[in-house]
């Protein structure tokens, strides 16, 4: 695994607004970083990130299972105790998932490690599946790198085969969209779906989560006053389940994307389970419940709250007090601890693999930067190539 410094591409800003990458810089700071790129080579991605990827997505699951058949461990991982019935019937459905983001450390040496799982909500899709692939195409080009180079990236194709697959399936229904109006990353993430959807067959619409209502039958519509049947919202399960909104869920008769029990897997709660059900696995950290026995007063240690999005609310630990911290509003639920893992540091940066999942199979990833040890919302975006 290298980083490479190198000359961003003269056009690249005109690019991303002729495609519609609305949020290639935030609030007046870039985002997308392509003043380096991340080397692998092809047995690290296969062996070390690849193979992982899908062995921990299948861990994953089995916890998922352990978790709907046990209300001590739905009580521990926090869902609230109306919806338990919602999530576990969900499970036992077998209501299909479209994607989730593992972020696992991982230096190019010995076993990548997973932070965590981000199974209902996780956005840098559109960078990861579109625009890194457009910035390696212009690379080869330009002579940057040379016409072996490649990159692992089967995203976009793999969500449009999922999408078919769902079509298949599924009543012939519109597939409805949905996403928080102010937020221009999670508008550019739904719309990029909404393409590989109707690139799938699917008759598609939009509509933001605020302007969801519900019909005379209890029934939800979208914003012109169509029902709903089936709907991708990039919108928390912790927050639907817990607002006048989740009450409606259970007879709404709408499928979801991401289905009520990925829940379970988009929280933090998972990482201590996994270490009990698969301990000492070589892709997992020590991981413990805060108000358990364990020794985080002594060494490095994360604490985590049990639920928390873009790096909120997380702190670097040392014999017990706190060397590095983000702040926040979650932790309401309670916390976990994990061992700490450095991630990848060149120069002042360090850098955390997205390793992605689209069903059970592993197609791609990302690579976020930061000064800071903790990734968070404005972590730069940096693409990769795979290179012998």
Known sequence: ???????????????????????????GEPYWDESRYYQFSLKQIEQDLEDPTEELGQMCLQAVDKVVNSEQLLQRFAIPEAHWDTVARAWRLNEPSLYARLDLAYDGTGPAKLLENNADTPTSLYESGFFQWLWLEDRIKDGTLPASADQFNSIQEQLIKRFATFKKEWPPVALHFASCEESIEDRG????????AEEAGFNTIYTAIEQIGLSDKNEFLDSNGELIRACFKLYPWEFMLREEFGDFVPKANVRWLEPEWKSVLSNKALLPLLWQMFPNHPNLLPAYF???????????????????????????????KPLESSGGAYGEEGFI????QPLAKFGDDNALIGSWLI???????????????????????IPHCILD
């Not at 980083?3 to 495609?19: G, K």
């Open 337 to 340: 601890i994990q061992a700490y």
């Open 1 to 27: 695994m290298q980083r490479h410094l190198v000359t961003p591409r003269s056009h690249w800003q005109q690019q991303a607004e002729e495609y519609g990458f609305d949020f290639h810089t935030m609030y």
């Open 359 to 381: 069903g059970d199979n592993a197609a791609g990833i990302s690579v976020r930067e930061d000064h800071s040890r903790i990734t968070q919302d404005l972590s730069r975006f």
């Open 189 to 196: 993430t739904v719309q990029y779906l909404q393409d590989c």
């Open 290 to 320: 805060a108000d358990e026995a364990h020794r985080s007063d002594s060494g490095l240690w994360v604490k985590k709250p049990i639920y928390s999005r873009e790096g909120a609310n997380i702190a670097i630990l040392e014999n017990g």
